[in-house]
């Protein structure tokens, strides 16, 4: 992806969290200058890969397959003794017409509250002990603190103030429904690390690789480990294999 598209694409989605009265923390709005010399009190934004993030799944293809989001908070599976938090928060959205592709979870489990904006379509199944998809067995899944026993493909629907909570190894994949717009989702979560814990039916990368054409209008937690020399971060961040 190129630098100045994941600007625009920033840009856009802070304004559409804005008309939804969603607010950030003060360093999700800092700019390169902001970042420059980072001292050792603002470590754990980087070590458990706190603020935005912008992918396209390698695809080239945002606008079919794409997500952004914001973490506001994280633990950190691999220094639980530094960060022995073990919740996970974070913001999503999701254009209509757009897909997150089918994945699941091997540590953890979360809730995905649809809270704005269109209709959330999340089709599941169970994975096999291979990490396949299993085509047959019936999925055990929770829906508002109901529990549902669906056949596997099933596409469940949320609409804004519904959530569904999915355990380790629930294949799922993300739509938004036609003609209902833009989504805004919530998850709830136990510790996340994307570059650990993401199985994707198709290996693809998480994190994109950009074209550095114009400077970042806010740095993504993957330009961490770079940036962070170039800016001259006074400690090194811990490594998150």
């Known amino acids: 992806m190129k630098r100045s598209q994941i600007n625009k694409i920033l840009q856009k989605n802070i304004d559409f969290a804005k008309k939804h009265q969603v607010y950030f923390p003060q360093f999700a709005s800092w700019n390169i200058n902001d970042w420059t010399g980072l001292n050792e009190r603002y470590r754990e934004i980087v ?3 706190l603020g935005w993030d912008v992918t396209d799944f390698g695809s080239k293809n945002f606008v079919k397959y794409g997500l952004v989001a914001f973490t506001f908070r994280n633990g950190n599976y691999e220094h639980t003794e530094i960060y022995p938090k073990p919740y ?13 592709p089918y994945h699941f979870h091997k540590l953890k489990e979360e809730d995905t509250v649809n809270r704005g904006g269109g209709n959330l379509l999340i089709r599941v199944w169970n994975s096999t002990k291979t990490g396949e998809i299993d085509h047959k067995s019936e999925v055990k899944i929770v829906k508002d603190g109901e529990k549902l026993v669906v056949p596997a493909g099933t596409t469940i629907k949320l609409e ?5 909570t999915a355990t380790p190894g629930i ?9 209902t717009g833009k989504v805004m989702a919530w998850e709830v979560s136990k510790t996340n690390n994307d ?5 994707f039916y198709k290996p693809i990368p998480r994190i994109p690789e950009i074209e550095e ?13 770079i940036w962070s020399k170039k800016l001259n971060f006074q400690f090194r961040p811990y490594e998150n294999k």
């Not at 996970?88 to 997150?100: P, R, S």
């Not at 804004?160 to 569904?164: D, F, H, I, R, Y």
């Not at 054409?213 to 480990?225: A, H, S, W």
């Open 47 to 49: 070590d458990n890969m």
């Open 195 to 199: 570059n650990l814990d993401n199985h």
């Open 88 to 100: 996970c928060e974070k913001i999503l959205f999701l254009e209509e017409g757009q897909e997150l």
């Open 171 to 179: 294949y799922h994949k993300w739509d938004v429904e036609a003609g």
């Open 213 to 225: 054409d114009e400077l970042p209008y806010r740095l993504l937690f993957g330009d961490y480990p």
């Open 160 to 164: 804004p103030g519904e959530s569904l």
